[in-house]
């Protein structure tokens, strides 16, 4: 999800835990399969040129950030198949990103359009998989509630993007993409929005609604007006979401 419980607290190491440098070896093996997986999908499907080189920026910066989440971050003893996931979702995530290179190609091939939507299907669909694997093998950590928020953000950032690109909604489809960063903007400017939220199911629906929408504007048949009506109501009930929380926080700040 887009929506994060809490950001305070990320960077500081655990006192406890096993070897960090086994575990992040452990990831950098699962990332370099998965970068040759992302070289081979990214020349078979795109254009070649920049469109592949985009992704594994995408890529470098999502596996960089969760290498070191792990280093500073993560307390456990197994990486665990949800760590695994997770990470294919984040090579999914950058695949997905190569149309922005190529936006002439991209308007004038659907077949692309159909490509970029299926990717972020399965990439959405693989969303809550993560994490019912990390509680069912007693691997739930910090960690990875923020690897799965980040991946979930890059990719609604990359489909807001996609639709912009495609000419169907304006440039305030970005709200959609760039909600989450914004908030975290805040939070390292105003001390009372980092304290902790509670978990709500709401944010997780919101989070579905908010990426389900945009990847539903990606498909070629969706077309203005019923883009626009379509971002909108995603766009409405994406803001709800965030000031509920930010409200939330409001009532509970420490004015001394």
Not at 147 to 166: G, H, P, R
Not at 197 to 223: F, M, N, S, Y
Request: hydrophobic share 60%.
């Amino acid at each position: 999800m887009t929506q994060i419980e809490g950001s305070h607290g990320f960077l500081r190491r655990p006192s406890f835990g096993p070897p960090q440098h086994v575990i992040v070896g452990r990831f950098a093996l699962v990332a370099a399969f998965n970068l040759v997986f992302l070289i081979v999908a990214a020349g078979a499907i795109w254009p070649r040129g920049a469109a592949q080189a985009l992704p594994l920026a995408v890529f470098a910066l999502l596996t960089g950030g969760a290498l070191l989440g792990l280093w500073l971050r993560y307390p456990h003893e197994r990486l665990g198949l949800c760590n695994v996931v997770t990470h294919f979702r984040s090579t999914l995530v950058a695949l997905a990103a190569a149309p922005l290179a190529v936006p002439a190609a991209f308007h004038a091939q659907e077949r692309l359009a159909w490509t970029a939507l299926s990717i972020a299907v399965v990439a959405l669909a693989l969303d809550g998989f993560d994490g019912w694997l990390a509680r069912r093998s007693g691997l739930s950590s910090d960690f990875g509630a923020r690897f799965d928020v980040e991946v979930d953000a890059a990719l609604a950032l990359i489909l807001a993007l996609l639709v912009w690109q495609a000419d169907k909604v304006g440039p305030w489809i970005m709200v959609l993409g760039l909600a989450r960063y914004a908030f975290v903007a805040g939070v390292g400017l105003v001390t009372w929005l980092r304290a902790p939220l509670p978990p709500r199911l709401r944010r997780k629906v919101i989070c579905v609604v908010q990426l389900g929408a945009l990847i539903a504007l990606l498909a070629p048949p969706v077309q203005p007006p019923f883009a626009q009506l379509l971002a909108s109501v995603a766009a409405l009930l994406l803001v709800w979401s965030f000031s509920m929380d930010i409200a939330w926080l409001w009532r509970r700040r420490n004015p001394s």
